[in-house]
């Protein structure tokens, strides 16, 4: 006696198994629907702008030793009058002028503060010499600030001395006018460049 097979209609689509793949798939797309309006929703919402911008780096090396092109450019510098405090007991406006105009350098510049990064690598056991000094001139800032207050986040500059492995002198600064170049003003960007030929200037004479 033959044992008779179950008889499938292969041209009926098993309900049970279409109805589990619509249902995985109906899941997974709306799955990613959900994902897409959040993803917008947090570009929206993040308030994180980025802009990649171009920064000229100058570094120049000196077969002066470290003391002596420290000491050039500091001589070239004056001194930050205690402005803030000029401005509090009610100096006016030419008073206050004349005061930092008095406290400018022969670079035209002044020396606002100093950090020993050289003291500082101490702590990892290196002997280093490196120094960054801010230096800068309110009365430049002013000429950038006032018609544009982005400049004031690159205000003073900086300036790094230091001594390299093989012992010579190196002086590294970011260009002013590729950092105040990069908010699209031009009146700002004008005294940038002057500040780039009276910052070349400095460091020219410091290592010479």
């Keep these: 006696m033959t044992e008779l097979e179950p008889r499938v209609d292969m041209s009926a689509p098993p ?51 470290f003391d002596q092109v420290t000491k050039a450019f500091l001589d070239q510098l004056g001194h930050e009058p205690e402005s803030n405090k000029a401005l509090a007991v009610g100096l006016d406006a030419e008073q206050l002028r004349a005061k930092l105009k008095a406290a400018e350098g022969p670079s035209g510049f002044m020396l606002f503060t100093t950090y020993d990064h050289g003291a500082l690598l101490r702590l990892a ?9 801010v230096v800068g001139n309110p009365l430049f800032a002013l000429e950038m600030t006032q018609h544009e207050i982005r400049d004031s986040l690159y205000a003073p500059l900086r300036v790094l001395i230091y001594e390299d492995a093989k012992g010579k002198t190196r002086v590294e600064y970011d260009k002013p006018s590729s950092l105040f170049g990069q908010f699209g003003n031009e009146k700002s960007t004008e005294v940038a460049r002057m500040l780039d030929r009276k910052l070349e200037a400095l460091v020219s004479t410091s290592i010479q």
Excluded: C, D
């Design 15 to 65: 309900r049970r198994m279409l109805w589990f793949g619509v249902t995985v798939l109906s899941a997974a797309v709306v799955g990613l629907i959900s994902l897409i309006p959040s993803s917008l929703a947090f570009q929206q919402l993040n308030p994180m702008r980025v802009t990649l911008i171009a920064v000229e780096h100058v570094h120049v090396t000196s077969e002066k030793p």
């Design 125 to 133: 056991g290196q002997k280093r010499r490196a120094v960054q000094y």
